[in-house]
């Protein structure tokens, strides 16, 4: 199959089944069109996935289209937008066909449920990458950025965190117990948290998703922010599934393991209160204070100061 019957085959009728009318232009010419409301503005951003360091050497089509769109999206949740469109920029070794039905049937399930039309993309052979620009929108101003974060504000994250580095050493088991699939269903099928960020869009003073470890991704948002917090770490929602197959390395995979695309963000106390968790449950893990640094309180065992979470130049997990 060669670039052109590949796009004919595949990237077509995923961008027909997605399509929505803020895509004036799909597939198909020189650029994609998008069209946004007046008094709307557009964010986007880009994530690359690649064999080997994001998901491994063998790796089923259909799992690499969910992760990888999930993942993308996840940046549009943490802005508080609406999602609306997005790119793919495909590297292949070869045009395998099967792996490219699997991988483009769930890639067009999975648009359509988070509600994005494939715009347009890339196509080019070499070893396997995927990346996706993921297009969304907000009314003008009310994006929420990771530096607005003041001090004595509550630290809050969304479900549970530590699930997907949990999944980790047990990507090629083909028999998981039922704890071990939870674990490895949040690896594979990242849950972008669209509901409760674009309902935090009006409340929350800064956010950030969960994609290289809670102690990086609130560590980044802090020094936006120019202020610092303190989070009690025996506070950080773990997964019972977590729990049961990590036990007492939970604590720290919880802390520093990242792709678990959960949020993590700053309220103002007087904007708490339980019906924010109507979507996803949420949980007060600190607050915030003047002196800049993240301060960690009940520090589980096996936690070193060293340990923050993914860095792609760092050697990994810190
Ligand atoms: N190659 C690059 N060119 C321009 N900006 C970049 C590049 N790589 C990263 N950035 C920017 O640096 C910031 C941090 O990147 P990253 O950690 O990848 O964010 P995220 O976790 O949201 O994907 C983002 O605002 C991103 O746009
Ligand atoms: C097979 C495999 N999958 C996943 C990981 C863990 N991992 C790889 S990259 C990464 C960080 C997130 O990726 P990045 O490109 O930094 O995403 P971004 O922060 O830009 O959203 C993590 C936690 C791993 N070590 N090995
Ligand atoms: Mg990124």
Not at 93 to 107: N, W
Not at 265 to 284: G, H, I, K, Y
């Amino acid at each position: 199959m060669d670039e052109f019957e590949l796009i004919r085959r595949f990237v077509d009728p995923v961008a027909r089944a997605t399509r929505n009318e803020a895509v004036r232009l799909g597939p198909g010419d020189d650029g994609a069109i998008q069209s946004v409301p007046a008094g709307y503005e557009l964010v986007f951003s880009i994530d690359t996935m690649v064999a080997g360091v994001h998901f491994p050497n063998a790796y089923p089509g259909h799992c690499l289209a969910t992760r990888a769109l999930g993942a993308a999206v996840s940046d549009l949740a943490a802005m508080g937008a609406d999602p609306v469109c997005f790119t793919l920029s495909l590297t292949l070794p070869h045009s395998d066909e099967a792996f490219l039905s699997s991988f483009f049937q769930s890639l067009s399930d999975r648009a359509q449920a988070l509600g994005v039309a494939l715009a347009g993309g890339d196509v080019t052979a070499g070893p396997l990458s995927v990346s996706v620009q993921a297009h969304g929108q907000v009314p003008a101003g009310a994006a929420i950025t990771r530096g607005g974060a003041k001090p004595d504000q509550l630290v809050v994250v969304s479900g549970t965190l530590g699930d997907a580095a949990g999944a980790l050493d047990m990507l090629d088991r083909d028999r998981p117990n039922e704890y071990q699939g939870a674990l490895l269903a949040r690896y594979h099928r990242p849950e972008p948290r669209l509901a409760l960020g674009q309902r935090l869009r009006s409340m929350a003073t800064a956010a950030v998703d969960v994609s290289d470890g809670l102690l990086a991704d609130l560590g980044h948002l802090l020094v936006a922010s120019g202020c610092g917090a303190t989070i009690d770490a025996s506070a950080v929602p773990c997964s019972d599934a977590l729990l049961r197959c990590a036990g007492q390395g939970a604590g720290v995979l919880a802390l520093t393991g990242g792709d678990d695309y959960e949020l993590c963000f700053t309220l103002p106390e007087v904007q708490w209160s339980d019906e924010l968790s109507e979507t996803v449950p949420l949980t007060v893990i600190g607050r915030t204070h003047p002196a800049p640094g993240l301060d960690v309180v009940n520090r589980p065992p096996g936690l070193n100061r060293a340990m923050t979470g993914y860095d792609h130049f760092g050697g990994g997990r810190e």
